[in-house]
């Protein structure tokens, strides 16, 4: 069992196929391969819009380069507390932009209100050139919760954004699972939803390595292919970079993997909520679970080795849980089962008998 | 025919297996897979000291996050003007470096002598703060010119380096071609001869993307990991990266494949020699031979698309053949007798009747 | 009456006395004259400690360059969130650095407090490399509300961060406001309470341009002043910088200044604090008040064109009034009488008086 | 005597009156003050065209300044070899940018030729994104050498440069000397010659402290003051610094101060152009005489300390003398009688004496 991250996860077979199928005698280097050049066409017909396809080699990376396309070294890029960008890239975004600042928004379920966002922009009185010039907005889709903003979310922070100026940037690492969940075009929570620049991540989803910065509108192609160079993510053997993002095109295999993924959250999320004393603190609308349990249970996980990472250091115990297109639905049963029983039967905890006698 | 670059070479049959074989389940992410935790210590056996070892995802990331190590933001990094860190990384070293800047070095055959960058650094009078400070000196190994430093030579330029108080950084995006030709152990060119910092590149050698920056001599870890992380080449899915990089020292595939290279950049350069107005430009050392030919001849590689770069814009005409570890016998024999026939064939040229009629 | 800022005061007549003293015949450039090479004995004996001092053109410049000695690209600040580094240098820090992040600690009256900042240390987990890594505090002294940290409130924050491994950086803007109110030696508030690099202020305090980064334990002095160069900030002509900070020295001129402007916002506070509905909102220790005042107050602040800016968007209306050495008591006099009239005769108001109608 | 530089040199007494005037009463800070707000209308009318007036602390901060606006984070930067921003500022072109390389061009007497320059642009076929993008060119009015670009000059490299849609960057630390030299408008050797950014500087000619970035044509004043307040170059008390740069405009303060000096240079090569085995290097057309001797003219300038710097390391040995707004007549002849009495008088220098012996 390892619910720890859907980086935890290998390499689906279709992706693995479609590597070995790339393979194929010589290729020009740098992306003027075939596949590389053709890169742009498929996620044009995905995403129904001409799209500019820049791949390198981590959503970091992804999330970086976009970034510093949308805002200068004297911007400030406003993103949800609990967002990749915010906590968990060290300083990516900065590095890339040469400077800029994350200011955090609040909000619940890690997702931006749209309210919110304007309130605090407009209770900064910008002072030029004291303060930094409010540059750009990251929505994290789906969030570091497991929850999806639905196009009309997206919408509305758009348009704050837009009307201050404002590029918007969508943190796609977990693409595939929101548009699972919502049911509709890709169309419509990006480029039709506002988005200018997209982090479309399909390692979580099952790929090897499949990281691209998508641009929906004018960009400067030039500066985006300087950037990457320069941050050391122009891949010479690019075709096996853009074969794994093609791949998981055809026959839509993103949603095939990512479907199960859900799926596997959508049980146990049902399974833990029946659990006595246990209560799922944000709603599952992607493939992670996040649930607070008794002690007990939060021992019995442990001792398991269920691999979900602890998210707090209070009781009652959080726990994040991940789940993959390679998650067995038995792993989650027996998740479950192992929940209900440590629920149900508390006294017979080892250490709390311990602590009895 | 391509010998265009090693680059657009495939990924060799054993690697892809490794690959393979690595996709076994799950794993922990970001390197702390049993592979990625086990690797240095088969560097460490490599070049026979301990050393540290940070899979990133291009030449490009490892010489510049290697230089970032050994480089303050106002140092100045001496490397020959045909190195790859001074034209062919758009800034990587600036980048990482946070505005270091690679002050350039003539030499013949596209190695730096150390006599020379004595003499340059010695005649540039260190007036603290108003010059950049010499911080590091890189070499590229095998250079740019398919030509090879010797135990020796690296040794001669690191006394340089170090009476200065300047670190020692190798470009070893083909290091195991200059292994192959010189025949001696890794340690012997590395850390034996005073590198510091190693940029360990086999993707060209037939890797999918494996490259690593390698420390020998004490090194802020946490920095490099942090670094790193920042530059987004902290690989989610590290396990396959890694594996990449274990699969070469295994019965020293890497040898295997560079020994292939060589060989053939051997047998082209002894046909071409032979061929009448053909000359060879600089000492044919690892994979790259490059070579002066006559008009009828260049017109006779590009109508046959053997795929070498043409290098000049003058005549006589100097093209770059690079050799892989795929390159057939077949094609460099081809490649011979289509320039022995051109040259024998001056008069048939074409272009060539034209100017005459 | 200008109440606006420190910075709109002007020169005061001994530091024009002392650049006019400096400018006799030829004196050699970049800090290599007679006045900047005695700077540092002169710092030493006022901080009664060795220190190293390097004049820069602007307190956000001497804030930038102590923090980038502090901390690495991939660090994190830890500031107040009205700290001048954290709102009002438009990423100067960040840009210094090279991409450090500046984070926000809340707390009463502008102040840090070393348990707040403990706590949020604390509270999260540091995860190298993913998180940026904790490396340095910044105080204000005084903080930009006009409180002062006592000698035990700033070793309070020095061992919080000390514990940690991190560095204390005072950002000394308004430091001789500081040192009138607590009546300490600058030893005290300084290195002896674990301060590592001061930001040193005496522009507000009645200099033309006079600030400097003053380093109390090891530094890389040869990297303070490669840094400063590449900033811009190492003046040519300095003899005229380093002999106002001399100047403020010399019998204790700093201390007079100051002292007016504190005695100032005192009166001023007084003569507030008695006036109906008007209330004082943080301490006043140094040469500031921050005062709410009823709407008629604040329009009769306005039609008098006392200069103070508005501090809040809503009722009741919040001023900053800020002393310098030049404060004249009849202009505190005065605005008090005006706050007094107004409030005592809120009928007579011009627009309250239409509303009514 | 002091020949050491024009920055060893005092303050003008118009510039320091200039100073004292601004100093009445308060004003607002950040350049919102009268003279700041006149200063970009005094510009335009010296420049005969609308321009844009950024002060900042320093010549290097200003080159950093303006090359930023001019050069994106991969951009280079074509410059002399010679250059004050390739050679002096500590790589403050690449802090500013953000990384941009700056590549050096050769040239007789300091100076680009139109011709190598186009030469050089040429010969480096730019693979996007692998080479930097050339962006900029910088060239220093007068030279570093004290020679001087004609309006014909500036309008070759222009060309060049906007063919390739660079831009043209003007380093004129020494601009005034030239002006002086030439006898022309300002115009003409700026925008009209086709310079896009000038960095003008008084200090060298008698200010304390008065550099400002010019923009001639359409800039994002924003973007420029965003850039120059994170460099830490916004001054807080700017009248100060924007009464010296108007007080230079006064009655063609500039052109008198400059005169003089150039002038003193002149009388100077004059006297010792006549001087046996001395030889002037570059033609005498700014502030600056370079000038070989035999060892025992060198001996005795050293011995009557003339303040002139040795500039090379062999024999004959090279000094560079500058004079400034205030040298001396005086010192001019008795350096010149120096020369002559050591230069006839070989025999008696004590060394040779000593090594005949």
Known sequence: MNFASDNTAGVAPEIL??????????????????????????????????????PVATGTAANALALALLTPPYGAIYAHEEAHVATD??????????????????????KIAAKELARQLDAQVARVPHNM????????QATEAGTVYTPDDVAAVAAVAAKRGMKL?????????????LGCRPAEI??????????????????????????????????VAYRRKRGGHLFSKMRYASVQLEAMLEGELWRKLAGHANAMADALARGLRAVPGAQI??????????VLVPEPVAHAF??????????????????????????KLADVRRTITIAQSAAGDKGSHPRQRRRRA
């Open 302 to 327: 442990e001792h398991a080795q269920v691999g979900a990472h602890r998210w707090n250091t209070g009781t009652p115990v959080m726990f994040r849980f991940v789940t993959a297109f390679d998650t």
């Open 169 to 181: 940037h969508m943190d796609g690492a977990r693409l595939a699972n929101a548009l699972v969940h």
């Open 17 to 54: 196929a479609a590597i070995k199928r790339a393979n194929e005698g010589s290729a020009a280097a740098y992306g003027a391969d075939a596949v590389s050049r053709r890169l742009e066409r498929r996620f044009s017909d995905f995403f129904e819009h001409p799209v500019r396809v820049f």
């Open 133 to 140: 010039k409010p540059a750009a907005v990251s929505l994290s």
């Open 190 to 223: 990006t480029w039709q939803a506002g988005v200018d620049a997209l982090s479309l991540g399909f390692t979580k989803n099952g790929a090897l390595a499949a990281e691209a910065v998508v641009f929906f509108g004018a960009v400067d192609a030039d500066q």
């Open 281 to 290: 603190v944000h709603p599952v609308e992607a493939n992670e679970v996040f």
């Open 89 to 110: 890239e060290c300083g990516a975004p900065e590095f890339f932009t040469g400077g800029a600042k994350v200011v955090t928004v609040a909000g619940g379920n890690a």
